[in-house]
């Protein structure tokens, strides 16, 4: 019974920014791994950032210096700093929880996360 609800999407100008939020309730070791994923119509889904409780780390080459992943003080809440927004990120983004991934080369693929939340739209205007 894990429940993920992400919010904080809108429209933006190429260059702007955006601070996506995720409140996930549910045992605390289904939510070990935490992350950000994105999905364009015609794209296949991709992982975006993701963060461990240790606080590690990983992210897309895509997002690099952009993007921050990080966790509240409040334990299971995520959030994601977007910075030098470009047309290309626009996407659904979706909070993604797993309470383990076979190997860390593994971390920000989307199939080894079981639960997700609804999506918040990010849309970049150039």
């Known amino acids: 019974q894990v429940q993920l609800v992400e919010s904080g999407g809108g429209s933006v100008q190429a260059g702007g920014s955006l601070r996506l939020s995720c409140a996930a309730s549910g045992p605390p070791y289904s939510t070990y791994f935490m992350g950000w994923f994105r999905h364009t119509p015609g794209k296949e889904r991709e992982g975006v950032a993701v963060?461990?409780?240790?606080?590690?780390?990983k992210y897309a080459d895509s997002v690099k210096g952009r993007f921050t992943v990080s966790k509240g003080n409040v334990k299971n809440t995520l959030y994601l700093q977007m910075n030098s927004l470009k047309p290309e990120d626009t996407a659904m983004y979706y909070c993604?929880?797993?309470?383990?991934?076979?190997?860390?080369?593994?971390?920000?693929?989307?199939?080894?996360?079981?639960?997700w939340g609804q999506g918040t739209q990010v849309t970049v205007s150039s």
């Open positions: 993604a929880a797993a309470d383990g991934v076979p190997t860390m080369a593994w971390v920000l693929r989307p199939y080894v996360y079981k639960y």
């Open positions: 963060i461990d409780n240790d606080g590690s780390s």
